[in-house]
Nanobody, 123 residues
C-alpha cells in the first residue's frame, strides 16, 4: 500500500520560508515521479513542482520559479519543497502526489495522493 504523508505546513509572514516534507512508503523514487500540488480556497488544484527519478529533472510552475526548490533524500524516501520569499497568494493546502511515469502537472495523471498540509502566508 502506498502512503504519502506531508508535513511542514504552517503560518508564516510574507517573505518568509517554509520547508514541506513528503514521506513515502510503498513507493520508491525509482518507481516514477513525486510532485507537489496546491489548492487555494475556491480554486482548482494546480501543479507546483515535480521531480522525476528517471533523469532527476525538476519542474516548477511559473508562479514559483526562483522561489521554490524541490529535492529528495533517497535514503529517507522523502521529497522536500523548500519555499522561500512566500507570498499571500501561496496560501493553500499543499499535496504530495506520486505517479509511475515521468513528471506531470496534471492532477488526473497522479496515481497516489497525500492528505495535504496547510500553508498560510500572512501579509
Amino acid at each position: 500500500e502506498v502512503q504519502l504523508v506531508e508535513s511542514g505546513g504552517g503560518l508564516v509572514q510574507a517573505g518568509g520560508s517554509l520547508r514541506l516534507s513528503c514521506a513515502a512508503s510503498g513507493f520508491t523514487f525509482g518507481d516514477g515521479a513525486i510532485g507537489w500540488f496546491r489548492q487555494a480556497p475556491g480554486k482548482e488544484r494546480e501543479g507546483v513542482s515535480c521531480i522525476s527519478s528517471s533523469d532527476n529533472s525538476a519542474y516548477y510552475a511559473d508562479s514559483v520559479k526562483g522561489r521554490f526548490t524541490i529535492s529528495r533524500d533517497n535514503a529517507k524516501n522523502t521529497v522536500y519543497l523548500q519555499m522561500n520569499s512566500l507570498k499571500p497568494e501561496d496560501t493553500a493546502v499543499y499535496y504530495c502526489a506520486a505517479r509511475f511515469l515521468r513528471c506531470s502537472n496534471f492532477v488526473k495523471d497522479m496515481n497516489y495522493w497525500g492528505e495535504g498540509t496547510l500553508v498560510t502566508v500572512s501579509s
